[in-house]
């Protein structure tokens, strides 16, 4: 099985290297190809860089790592690549000073890209979870294995999602349909949320 990460940040690079341990062959893609070979370089196993349009295009699982605000772009570029494939929606869509969601709790991004890109399976997973955590060793939770959690409305493409989760080691959690997606952005905020306390913008914006 082919996985692509769009973007080779924290995110990308982490899952996409515990990916490959786990046996998948992965394509890392980025802005700027040097972090994306250096991702890949990292990995090792067998994962290489490419291209965005490339990566995707060789891939059965697209991993979307983008900072929300380059998704909409990113995405127009390669839309009719994704057709069929499976999308995992890894983003959070935080406001300049993270203390909240750009889209309310009407929406999620995860229901807005699903949108954009009509052609994809997309399914929510990996965004409640730190990228430290991806990348340590033996992720544990004092003893307990840590849950990921993924939503989506394609009962096949979720099958893959969960699969991958549990192959990289973590307990794969259904949330429910990709509107379930509004229940796990806001959980990401839960996390993020009190790392801002001690941050001048986050007093800006009322927290802390
Ligand atoms: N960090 C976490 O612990 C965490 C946890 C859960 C969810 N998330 C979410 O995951 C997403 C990624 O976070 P991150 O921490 O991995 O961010 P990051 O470290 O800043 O990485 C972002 C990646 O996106 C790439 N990128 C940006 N614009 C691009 C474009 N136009 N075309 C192609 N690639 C582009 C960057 O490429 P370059 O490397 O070339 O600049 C970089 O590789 C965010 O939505 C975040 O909210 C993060």
Do not use: C
């Amino acid at each position: 099985m082919k996985l692509a990460t769009i973007g080779s940040g924290n995110i990308g690079k982490s899952i996409g290297a515990r990916a490959s341990k786990a046996g998948y062959e992965v394509i890392f893609s980025a802005r700027a190809e040097q972090h994306a070979l250096e991702a890949a370089k990292a990995a090792g196993n067998n994962a290489r860089s490419a291209g965005v349009r490339e990566a995707v295009e060789l891939a059965d699982i697209v991993l979307l790592a983008l900072p929300h605000g380059a998704v909409e772009e990113v995405l127009s570029n390669v839309r009719p690549l994704l057709k069929g494939k499976v999308l995992i929606d890894a983003t959070n869509a935080l406001t300049a000073v993270s203390g909240a969601l750009t889209n309310g709790s009407a929406t999620s991004a995860a229901e807005e890209i699903a949108k954009l890109v009509p052609e994809a399976k997309v399914v929510k997973a990996f965004n409640t979870v730190f990228a430290q955590v991806y990348a340590s060793q033996y992720p544990e939770v004092k003893g307990n294995t840590v849950s990921v959690y993924y939503a989506g409305d394609d009962k096949e493409s979720k099958a893959k999602v969960a699969d991958l989760i549990r192959k990289m080691g973590f307990d794969a959690v259904d949330a429910g349909p990709l509107k379930a997606a509004r229940n796990l952005e806001p959980m990401a905020l839960l996390k993020i949320a009190p790392q801002l306390v001690p941050h001048s913008s986050a007093k800006a914006a009322g927290w802390g």
